[in-house]
């Protein structure tokens, strides 16, 4: 059964739950979603020998806080981190991917983390393209600040992904994906060693679309990666 987590910020309360045992897992989820999401891609994977953990993201679910900055998203991941054992997996759709990796600019948070999976999301993100995308799903306007501050900061999240000495993996949907081909490739320019992995039939919202076919690729892929600390 799920437990309850509590994660107190200066300025935020955030709620979670942990599920399993074992290596973990840390799970952010994609902004305008929350934790709940990730509930039957966590039993996948705690029915495999792993313990998951998620919490709604600030400004979401039963979380309190604004999702203002990208800043304010990375700093509360690496709070996550923190009171996590080291050699986390963290694994981030959109927004949570993003928090993850500008997360990762910190020399004591990639010390605690032993690999990243990118859920439908890359750092080299092309504002005209995202905004059209967002505005299709009608997310422009409830988020439109941060959605401002993360394109203002597209720069700093590929000189980050350039520099990662960790285990990379992107998983993308094939059917209403938000990354193109031109993404994966600009991807895997800052990132060479980065495997790429395509769940069929989901499009950007893979852990609610096709959950048990996301935690199957995120076994199979991270399988070779170093085995994170248990719990």
Do not use: K
Not at 3 to 27: C, H, N, S
Not at 73 to 85: H, N, Q
Not at 142 to 154: G, Q, T
Not at 155 to 182: F, K, W
């Amino acid at each position: 059964m799920p437990q309850a987590r509590r994660l107190t910020r200066p300025d935020a309360v955030l709620y979670g739950e942990e599920v399993g045992a074992g290596p973990t897992f840390l799970l952010l989820h994609a902004g305008g979603e929350r934790r709940r999401v990730w509930t039957p891609v966590g039993a996948a994977l705690a029915d495999a020998g792993f313990r998951c953990v998620a919490y709604d993201q600030r400004g979401h679910g039963e979380s309190g806080g604004d999702a203002l900055t990208l800043a304010a998203c990375a700093d509360d991941v690496a709070a996550m981190l923190s009171a996590e054992p080291p050699g986390c997996v963290v694994v981030g759709s959109s927004l949570g991917g993003l928090a993850a990796v500008a997360a990762l600019a910190d020399a004591a948070v990639r010390a605690r983390v032993s690999g990243l999976v990118l859920v439908d999301v890359v750092p080299c993100l092309e504002p005209v393209r995202v905004r059209r995308f967002l505005a299709a799903g009608g997310l422009n306007g409830a988020y439109a600040e941060l959605v401002d501050d993360i394109l203002a900061n597209v720069p700093r999240l590929r000189r980050i992904t350039a520099e990662l000495d960790m285990p990379l993996l992107l998983v993308r949907g094939d059917n209403g994906s938000s990354v193109t081909d031109e993404d994966r490739d600009r991807l895997l320019s800052l990132a060479p060693a980065t495997t790429v992995r395509t769940v069929h039939g989901a499009g950007h919202l893979i852990a609610r679309e096709r959950p048990a076919a996301l935690a199957q690729a995120i076994t199979a892929a991270t399988a070779a990666w170093p085995p994170p600390r248990h719990a």
